[in-house]
């Protein structure tokens, strides 16, 4: 498996991604990401890309995972100088464990940008995400309501 930044010609794989993802909740009844391209547009996809804080991961020249790591900190509302924030995580269907893989490499990211800590959110009702997360070492910082209701997570780099 390797990583690297997204380009430009990767975005109509990487919009499958989640557009494949999205079915596969509807068709296993679970309630999330119903809208997420339409909240989340190609063009806000090519901002992040073009800003270099899109990364994909491949196997064998396919891309099977995506993530954004930046320093744009939406919900924590706080621009921390000691942290980035992850956003937009997804894996290719039929793919077990890439989530692990996608956090191993947004925390090698972290680290090797001298940041102090990676930050996420997510649905606080989604158990399955909120466990996966606490078992990469993400703990739980605190709740908030926007237009749902989230958990706010953070890994701290100890180095």
């Given at each position: 498996?390797?990583?690297?930044?997204?380009?430009?010609?990767?975005?109509?794989?990487?919009?499958?991604?989640?557009?494949?993802?999205?079915?596969?909740?509807?068709?296993?009844?679970?309630?999330?990401?119903?809208?997420?391209?339409?909240n989340?547009?190609?063009?806000?996809?090519?901002?992040?890309?073009?800003a270099?804080?899109?990364?994909?991961l491949k196997i064998d020249n396919e891309i099977v995972a995506g993530f954004e790591v930046s320093n744009d900190s939406h919900f924590w509302n706080d621009n921390s100088p000691n942290a980035y924030y992850l956003y937009k995580v997804?894996?290719?269907?039929?793919?077990k464990n890439i989530g692990s893989e996608i956090f191993k490499n947004a925390k090698n990211?972290?680290?090797?940008?001298?940041?102090?800590?990676?930050?996420?959110?997510?649905?606080?009702s989604?158990?399955?995400?909120?466990?996966?997360?606490?078992?990469n070492g993400f703990k739980?910082?605190?709740?908030?309501q926007d237009y749902y209701h989230y958990i706010l997570r953070e890994w701290e780099s100890y180095e």
């Open positions: 498996m390797i990583i690297e930044k997204a380009t430009i010609k990767d975005i109509d794989e990487i919009i499958n991604l989640y557009a494949e993802r999205m079915q596969w909740f509807k068709d296993n009844n679970i309630k999330q990401w119903s809208k997420y391209l339409t989340h547009p190609k063009e806000q996809f090519i901002k992040v890309i073009e270099g804080n899109y990364y994909i997804v894996s290719k269907v039929g793919y990211i972290t680290i090797e940008n001298g940041k102090k800590y990676l930050r996420t959110e997510c649905l606080a989604n158990e399955k995400l909120n466990d996966i997360y606490d078992k739980y910082i605190k709740e908030g």
